[in-house]
């Protein structure tokens, strides 16, 4: 089912999600995720530039925190690169319920608590 909402997000990126997933952003936390009205389940976008359809593009300052790169100053063909690559889907439940990341490139620390992953 999160595959699917991925497949449709890199395939129609102009188009609002289909049901049941939503498509929210908290303005506290500025982070955009997805969520399945469904079934509660939690899809966090952190992809560094996100097209929200009509001309708009969400930058997610998220990920460079995450990476260690500070936002606005890496030279512009990383971005290149990201936009290139399929994203990755990775999945946790440390925050007591169980939530999708999806992710330009594979971490070694869990972006929710910081705990290593293999
Ligand atoms: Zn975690």
Same mark, same amino acid.
């Given at each position: 089912m999160v595959y699917a909402l991925l497949a449709f997000l890199l395939r129609c990126p102009e188009h609002s999600v289909p049901y049941p997933w939503e498509r929210c952003y908290n303005v506290m936390t500025k982070v955009l995720y997805y969520k399945n009205i469904d079934d509660g389940t939690m &899809?966090?976008?952190?992809?560094?530039? &996100?097209?929200?359809?009509?001309?708009?593009?969400?930058e997610n300052s998220m990920w460079n925190q995450l990476?260690?790169?500070?936002?606005?100053?890496?030279?512009?063909?990383?971005?290149y690169?990201?936009?290139q690559n399929s994203p990755v889907i990775f999945y946790t439940n440390c925050l007591g319920c169980l939530i999708y990341i999806i992710m330009p490139d594979l971490v070694q620390f869990c972006p929710l608590c910081g705990q290593f992953v293999s």
């Amino acid at each position: 089912m999160v595959y699917a909402l991925l497949a449709f997000l890199l395939r129609c990126p102009e188009h609002s999600v289909p049901y049941p997933w939503e498509r929210c952003y908290n303005v506290m936390t500025k982070v955009l995720y997805y969520k399945n009205i469904d079934d509660g389940t939690m &899809v966090i976008d952190l992809r560094p530039r &996100v097209n929200l359809g009509g001309g708009l593009d969400h930058e997610n300052s998220m990920w460079n925190q995450l990476t260690g790169q500070s936002s606005g100053r890496q030279p512009p063909f990383c971005d290149y690169q990201y936009d290139q690559n399929s994203p990755v889907i990775f999945y946790t439940n440390c925050l007591g319920c169980l939530i999708y990341i999806i992710m330009p490139d594979l971490v070694q620390f869990c972006p929710l608590c910081g705990q290593f992953v293999s």
